[in-house]
């Protein structure tokens, strides 16, 4: 059975930082695609992140761009997504989500804020930036 396990919401003031987990179980994510996603009360839900597996190669939103950081620990099988500078409007439900079609290699044009391409999901972390 796939799981996908996040942690690491919160409220923080504006600037400040949380670092977001997602822990997967059920499945070894070797090559694939695990994104981080958010929505917003009253917003469609938006791509916020992403990374390859295998190649470790990262994808960001231009609204977080050189804001946010996604790693891995491939052993624990775990994603991370770091967000610092943190804003108001990053205030949004964070959920993680994997595909499980193998991609031995990585490509820029891969539509990774495409939320259909992901069929397994985690439960959601809130995140609550206040000014």
């Known amino acids: 059975q796939v799981r996908l396990v996040e942690s690491g919401g919160g409220s923080v003031q504006a600037g400040g930082s949380l670092r977001l987990s997602c822990a997967a179980s059920g499945y070894s994510f070797s090559t694939h695609y695990i994104a981080w996603f958010r929505q917003a009360p009253g917003k469609e839900r938006e791509g916020v992140a992403a990374i390859h597996t295998r190649s470790g190669i990262t994808y960001y939103a231009d609204s977080v761009k050189g804001r946010f950081t996604v790693s891995q620990d491939t052993v624990k099988n775990t994603r991370h997504l770091r967000m610092d500078s943190l804003k108001p409007e990053d205030t949004a439900m964070y959920y993680c989500?994997?595909?499980?079609?193998?991609?031995?290699?990585?490509?820029?044009?891969?539509?990774?804020?495409?939320?259909?391409?992901?069929?397994?999901w985690g439960q959601g972390t809130q995140v609550t930036v206040s000014s």
């Open positions: 989500a994997a595909e499980t079609l193998p991609y031995p290699s990585s490509s820029v044009t891969f539509p990774w804020a495409q939320d259909d391409l992901y069929n397994f």
